[in-house]
């Protein structure tokens, strides 16, 4: 079995295509355990998000995963190959290390991702498909990732999503405090969305959750009020602002609801911001005169302002995440290696025994113990140095010469 990571991400693949591989909650546990069902993945995580979609596997070869990555979501394999990326070995534990790190994210340091992927792992574990290589892989990426934060400034100053909306938002508005803020879902993202928000003192929040209760707890907290999703026909036109992220299958806000609001407002603009995977606001919305609609991959613009600022401290991360790579590949060759040390140990210790009662049967027919010692230590002296004698004496030419260096790297007296 090898190690490889395996999926696409907002550098590969549009919109339109990662929200058609989305794995949703409810579901991972399920698909955990179909994908490692077979002989040909041992274990596995799979961490889906707005921006990537990605397996990590310890597998026999990639293709299987890549084939069933497709099936599970009614693609073709051919229709979904083109936006995939195969990291095997070394490449797999460096883009772990990367996306932890924040360093492969549209947003550079956002530290979102690290909960996502710590998320994932739980999840795995629970499923029962992680096993010693990916459990070893996630607990030196969590201290990788935890080492980038506490000793470079990636992490301070980079720009959350929620804080790049804020910023979108000020291009349509002068002020946000003369606007009313709606936000749709009451998950992470909207939390940080809504406490970026807040920070500017908008005129009014409102938070619509298919969850009353939960919608409450989360208005109450930036003295804002909670609708049910229900009522959204009835308050969408108060509102200058809307950010939506919920885990829905089907659109929330068609063209159809927004252009009445719009009618209501009698054509006051309204900026709109969809974080959800699947999106939560029809992509027909976007052609409306009076809206700006923003989805994920629109903001790229305003993340790509903040990079230069952050190079330095990008340098010193991979620095810092190349060293580790090393670390950690050196401990999977290693693990390669026990096997032959274990039939190294087992082949001697045979050896050994095979020797003991040789002289143990030699020393109860009354033979000198002295003598007895010293077949017991030729014998075990010719046995152990008998593999590695008759393979040199049967080498010729560069073969020889390698082995003759091996040998006395192997045997050079301490």
Same mark, same amino acid.
């Not at 804020?166 to 803020?181: E, M, N, Y």
């Not at 009014?204 to 009353?212: D, E, H, Q």
């Not at 950010?243 to 829905?248: E, M």
């Given at each position: 079995?090898t190690?490889?990571?395996?999926g696409? +991400?907002?550098t590969?693949?549009?919109?339109p295509?990662?929200?058609r591989v989305?794995?949703?909650?409810?579901?991972?546990f399920?698909?955990?355990g179909?994908l490692?069902?077979?002989d040909h993945v041992?274990?596995?995580a799979?961490?889906?998000?707005?921006?990537?979609?990605?397996?990590?596997?310890s597998?026999?070869q990639?293709r299987t995963?890549?084939e069933?990555?497709?099936?599970y979501?009614s693609?073709?394999?051919d229709?979904?190959?083109?936006?995939?990326?195969?990291l095997?070995?070394?490449?797999a534990v460096?883009?772990?290390?990367?996306?932890?790190?924040?360093?492969? %994210?549209?947003?550079?340091?956002?530290?979102?991702i690290?909960?996502q992927?710590?998320?994932a792992?739980r999840?795995?574990q629970?499923?029962?498909?992680?096993?010693?290589v990916?459990?070893k892989?996630?607990?030196?990426t969590?201290a990788?990732a935890?080492?980038v934060?506490?000793?470079t400034?990636?992490?301070?100053s980079?720009v959350?999503m929620?804080a790049?909306g804020?910023?979108?938002a000020?291009?349509?508005?002068? %002020?946000?405090?003369?606007?009313a803020?709606?936000?749709? @879902?009451?998950?992470?993202?909207?939390e940080?969305?809504?406490?970026?928000?807040?920070a500017q003192?908008?005129a009014?929040?409102?938070v619509?959750?298919r969850t009353?209760?939960?919608?409450?707890?989360l208005?109450h907290?930036?003295?804002?009020?909670?609708?049910e999703?229900r009522?959204?026909?009835?308050?969408?036109?108060?509102?200058d602002i809307?950010?939506?992220?919920?885990?829905?299958?089907?659109?929330?806000l068609g063209k @159809?609801?927004?252009?009445?609001?719009?009618r209501a407002?009698?054509?006051r603009?309204m900026?709109?911001?969809?974080?959800a995977?699947?999106?939560?606001?029809e992509?027909e919305?976007?052609?409306?005169?009076?809206?700006?609609?923003?989805?994920?991959d629109d903001?790229q613009?305003i993340?790509?302002? +903040?990079?230069d600022?952050?190079?330095?401290?990008l340098?010193q991360?991979?620095a810092i995440i190349?060293?580790q790579?090393g670390?950690?590949?050196?401990w999977?060759q290693?693990?390669?290696s026990v096997p032959?040390?274990?039939?190294?140990r087992?082949?001697?210790?045979?050896?050994r025994?095979h020797?003991?009662?040789r002289a143990?049967?030699l020393l109860?027919?009354?033979?000198?113990?002295r003598q007895?010692?010293?077949a017991l230590s030729?014998?075990?002296?010719?046995k152990?140095?008998h593999g590695?004698t008759?393979?040199l004496n049967?080498?010729a030419?560069?073969?020889?010469?390698?082995?003759?260096?091996?040998?006395?790297?192997?045997y050079?007296p301490?």
């Amino acid at each position: 079995m090898t190690l490889f990571a395996l999926g696409l +991400n907002h550098t590969t693949a549009p919109l339109p295509v990662r929200e058609r591989v989305v794995f949703h909650v409810e579901k991972l546990f399920d698909a955990l355990g179909e994908l490692t069902r077979g002989d040909h993945v041992a274990e596995a995580a799979i961490l889906s998000t707005c921006n990537r979609t990605e397996l990590y596997l310890s597998a026999e070869q990639p293709r299987t995963a890549a084939e069933w990555l497709a099936q599970y979501h009614s693609m073709q394999a051919d229709e979904l190959r083109p936006y995939l990326y195969t990291l095997p070995h070394e490449q797999a534990v460096r883009h772990t290390f990367r996306v932890a790190s924040g360093l492969d %994210s549209m947003v550079l340091g956002e530290p979102q991702i690290l909960g996502q992927l710590k998320d994932a792992v739980r999840t795995a574990q629970a499923a029962g498909t992680l096993g010693t290589v990916l459990h070893k892989l996630f607990q030196r990426t969590f201290a990788v990732a935890k080492e980038v934060r506490s000793t470079t400034q990636l992490g301070a100053s980079s720009v959350s999503m929620a804080a790049a909306g804020v910023k979108l938002a000020a291009r349509i508005f002068p %002020s946000l405090k003369d606007q009313a803020v709606l936000f749709i @879902g009451a998950g992470e993202m909207i939390e940080l969305c809504a406490t970026h928000f807040a920070a500017q003192a908008p005129a009014r929040i409102t938070v619509a959750n298919r969850t009353l209760e939960r919608g409450h707890a989360l208005a109450h907290r930036f003295n804002g009020r909670a609708i049910e999703l229900r009522a959204l026909p009835e308050h969408l036109q108060d509102h200058d602002i809307v950010v939506s992220c919920t885990a829905s299958s089907l659109p929330i806000l068609g063209k @159809g609801l927004v252009e009445r609001a719009l009618r209501a407002r009698k054509h006051r603009p309204m900026f709109m911001m969809d974080l959800a995977v699947p999106r939560d606001i029809e992509a027909e919305v976007g052609e409306l005169d009076d809206v700006f609609l923003y989805t994920l991959d629109d903001m790229q613009g305003i993340v790509q302002g +903040n990079l230069d600022a952050r190079r330095s401290a990008l340098v010193q991360a991979e620095a810092i995440i190349e060293a580790q790579v090393g670390q950690f590949m050196h401990w999977m060759q290693a693990r390669a290696s026990v096997p032959l040390i274990r039939q190294l140990r087992e082949q001697g210790e045979a050896t050994r025994r095979h020797e003991l009662e040789r002289a143990l049967r030699l020393l109860q027919k009354g033979e000198e113990p002295r003598q007895v010692l010293e077949a017991l230590s030729q014998g075990l002296t010719n046995k152990l140095l008998h593999g590695p004698t008759q393979a040199l004496n049967e080498s010729a030419g560069e073969e020889r010469r390698a082995l003759s260096e091996l040998l006395e790297r192997l045997y050079r007296p301490r």
